[in-house]
């Protein structure tokens, strides 16, 4: 395959992207790489983030790198973080983007260990990433943490208890990170996205409850969207370049929302 050009916006740029085999861990990571970054990819899904960085280096020669990372694990992280910053030559963004859904349930049936296992991979997961990257992230002078959070985090729905918990907590937490980058004037910066259905297999749990319909799922989805749709990977992928950029050099503890308007209602 013959390389492409590349657009500049992310020129220098070094970024860790975690659950990149994912749907939308993939566009982030196309979408960066385009504009110049050289990618750090993790997953638990190691064939997949290998898969995933074949691809990239295939568009941009030596790119793209892949690791196995289970986020919710401390000692991964530090074997992944070392690793990383000797293949990539540092840190400047990192993008704590692995996450899971859960089960949908309502509060007398929701099990313990569901509980445990969705604050482990969304929440645990945001605290060990910025407490490993961080000193990597200082060094490299202008660097940005971008923690993918859920309009879950923002507004709560029935049936979705441990998840709104998750991504409330990566929320406020971001705003924690932000302030104490800004004090200790670290030159790192911390926002929080917050998609509302994006389409990817996270919604798989939607489709089975419309007996597998993935139109009518999607459909139910889209009602409450002023838009009129629901969110393709790119849509979530393009503000994560934004924020990894210098372009939004003075944008920190912040939360985009990317909802079609959901939440203006
Ligand atoms: N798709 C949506 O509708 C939507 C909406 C709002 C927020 N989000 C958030 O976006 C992020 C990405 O979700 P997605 O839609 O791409 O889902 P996805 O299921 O396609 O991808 C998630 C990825 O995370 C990886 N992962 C799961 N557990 C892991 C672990 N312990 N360690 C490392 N990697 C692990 C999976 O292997 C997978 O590749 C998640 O944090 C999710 O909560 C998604």
Avoid at 235 to 250: I, K, M, Q
Wanted: with cysteine.
């Amino acid at each position: 395959m013959t390389q492409q050009s590349r657009g500049a916006r992310l020129a220098g740029k070094k970024a860790l992207i975690t659950g990149a085999a994912g749907g939308l861990g993939r566009a982030m990571a196309h979408r960066m790489a385009e504009q110049g970054a050289t990618l750090a990819l993790t997953d638990i899904n190691e064939a997949g983030a290998a898969e995933l960085a074949a691809e990239i280096n295939a568009r941009f020669d030596g790119s793209a790198f892949a690791y196995g990372h289970d986020v919710t694990r401390e000692d991964d992280w530090q074997k992944v973080i070392a690793a990383a910053v000797a293949d990539l030559g540092g840190l400047s963004v990192l993008v704590n983007n692995a996450g899971i859904g859960g089960e949908l349930t309502f509060v007398e049936a929701q099990s313990m260990e569901d509980w445990h296992r969705v604050q482990a991979v969304n929440v645990d997961s945001v605290v060990l990433g910025c407490k490993h990257a961080m000193a990597h992230l200082a060094a490299a002078g202008e660097a940005s943490i971008v923690n993918i959070s859920s309009i879950a985090g923002l507004a709560a729905a029935p049936g979705m208890g441990a998840y709104n918990a998750s991504k409330a907590a990566v929320w406020l937490y971001t705003k924690t990170i932000a302030l104490e980058c800004a004090k200790a004037g670290k030159g790192v910066r911390c926002n929080s996205v917050h998609p509302v259905f994006i389409k990817t297999p996270i919604l798989d749990p939607f489709v089975a409850m419309a007996g597998g319909d993935e139109a009518k799922a999607h459909e139910r989805l889209t009602r409450g969207i002023p838009l009129k749709r629901i969110g393709e990977p790119d849509d979530v992928a393009w503000c994560v370049v934004y924020l990894a950029s210098d372009e939004s050099r003075f944008i920190t503890g912040a939360e985009i929302r990317i909802d079609g308007g959901m939440t203006a209602q």
